[in-house]
């Protein structure tokens, strides 16, 4: 929710960026009935540089992410989408606590290697977050090793490596 002021009766009016629909270029205010110009932008630094009475509205990115398994002589290439929620990656076993199985020859890879977590931002948009899920041999993070109880934030084409196996992620 952002806060807005009409220009034209100055009244505050708090508006939900997830539910501003596609196209939208005015609105009318509920006090005064007069028309409200908006613009929606795609990024902040574009919001910083309205002028005038328009009012500018940051649109809701919601994108699901991606993991990609890179293909190696042990793991062929698989991909996951990661929806909202909590997913614990590993590889492929009969007894697994594991939703997002890998099927790979990799046996330094855990059974239960990585915890992913997807949940929505204040402005509804998703956060993906890593954090080692207790395994034998740790889990590294674009070249760095995950310290125990340390979570991280994904960012797009970020590489993870679990085991000898590296993962790619991607917005």
Known sequence: MISIKCPHCN??????????PEGLDSFKCPKCKEEIPVSLVENKKAALSSTGNTVVL????????KLT??????TAEQVFTLQEGIFIVGRKASVSNANICIETNDKSMSRNHLKIEVKKDAHGNLIHTISDNHS?????????????GEVLVLKNNDEIVIGRTALRFNE
């Open 11 to 20: 009244v505050g009016l708090k508006v939900d960026e997830g539910k501003i």
């Open 58 to 65: 940051q649109k809701v990115i919601k994108k699901n992410g």
């Open 69 to 74: 398994v890179i293909s190696d002589e042990d």
């Open 136 to 148: 034998k041999n740790r889990t590294m993070y674009n070249g760095k090793y995950v310290e125990d």
